[in-house]
């Protein structure tokens, strides 16, 4: 199978690429602007696969896109190209729309016009795979209700409903031209190649420095987490068995605080790299002023794609964790350039509104 994967220099995007090059019977091509988040470190162990290639281009240049696919002869599209730290959005929110919006509708307008051209037994098989967010769905109380793929989107942030519009582009391509669609919401990733402004391994390489470990608010905010190499296994299922015009909720059924998190994390460095002096981690927990809009809770049920599709996770919560804390241990060359040069883990996120134009 030859796919065509979006962002693949990225978190996700990185480890679906591992994934599916694994296969010697996949093509696998990873177009990537490379913008700040973007790494082709990540890639190190398969970048000299036969069936792995990269280029560098924008999914906004839908002729280029459109070129891509007609030379490779794609079978089918894996869209995780997106700007996708809330925080980020906050503070400019006009890439979001530009990349996520605009630059799906491009995604979009090209692979219809590669569709229209196959012949009928490829048009039947292709599939273009929008891969997006539980956050659209919005904010769940504490104490009651779960995702599914029929709760109705309520986003909070820019972020949010940039992929949300997205979302809805993809489906209307579906119902108003035939384009065989599928997309995936997913809860929070976690695990190795993750860029350290999110939660996991910023704590993780704060904690490693010796400096404060942000927690927002009273860290009563609850998310989902979902071990990466977990969900590439859920997309690659998506994209070759999921049912064209169908959306697939993809979660680890790990709700956690985002304090549990810190303080899981804080434990488990206490054993694997002790502070000098008998020092705990969990004393360089901060509690900072609260993000804006601040969701209180995510919540998946991926009953859907376990049924369908036989999925389900392969790591807990505890040992996905575990395994991320000690991949950051054991590989400084990745993240050691990150936070000299593109991320220090300053706190983003706190603009005010006459900043959201930038």
Not at 318 to 347: C, F, H, K, S
Request: charged share 25%; with cysteine; aromatic share 10%.
């Amino acid at each position: 199978m030859k796919i065509l994967v979006t962002g693949g220099a990225g978190f996700i995007g990185s480890a679906v690429c591992r994934h599916l090059a694994a296969n010697p019977q996949n093509r696998v091509i990873n177009v990537d602007k490379l913008t700040y988040a973007g790494n082709l470190a990540s890639l190190r162990q398969i970048e000299n696969s036969p069936n792995y290639s990269f280029v560098q281009a924008d999914i906004c240049d839908d002729a280029t896109i459109l070129g891509i696919l007609r030379s490779e002869k794609i079978d089918a599209v894996m869209h995780l190209a997106a700007e996708s730290h809330v925080d980020r959005s906050i503070d400019g929110p006009a890439a979001f729309i530009e990349t996520n919006i605009v630059g799906t509708f491009r995604m979009l307008n090209a692979a219809f016009v590669y569709w229209r051209e196959l012949p009928e037994s490829a048009r039947s098989t292709f599939r273009f795979h929008h891969i997006s967010t539980d956050e659209v769905f919005g904010d769940l109380p504490f104490d009651s209700g779960i995702f599914t793929e029929e709760t109705p989107y309520a986003p909070s942030s820019p972020y949010s409903a940039s992929k949300a519009s997205s979302d809805h582009l993809v489906r209307a391509w579906h119902e108003t031209y035939g384009l065989p669609v599928v997309l995936s919401n997913c809860s929070n990733n976690y695990g190795p190649f993750h860029f350290p402004e999110k939660l996991i391994p910023l704590v993780i390489l704060n904690a490693l420095d010796g400096r404060p470990l942000p927690v927002y608010g009273a860290g009563a905010n609850v998310r989902d987490w979902l071990f990466v190499e977990d969900h590439a296994r859920a997309l690659e299922l998506v994209v070759t068995r999921g049912k064209p015009g169908e959306s697939y909720n993809i979660g680890g059924r790990a709700e956690r605080t985002n304090l549990s998190v810190v303080e899981t994390i804080c434990g488990i460095l206490d054993k694997k790299r002790p502070r000098t002096g008998g020092a705990r981690y969990r004393d360089l927990i901060t509690f900072v002023t609260d993000r804006p809009g601040h969701d209180r809770r995510y919540a998946i049920d991926a009953t859907k794609i376990e049924r369908e599709l036989g999925w389900t996770p392969a790591e807990t919560f505890e040992t996905g964790l575990e395994r991320t804390v000690q991949w950051y241990l054991d590989n400084e060359w990745w993240w050691q350039p990150i936070r000299g040069e593109r991320y220090a883990g300053e706190r983003l996120g706190a603009a005010s509104a006459d900043r959201t134009s930038a």
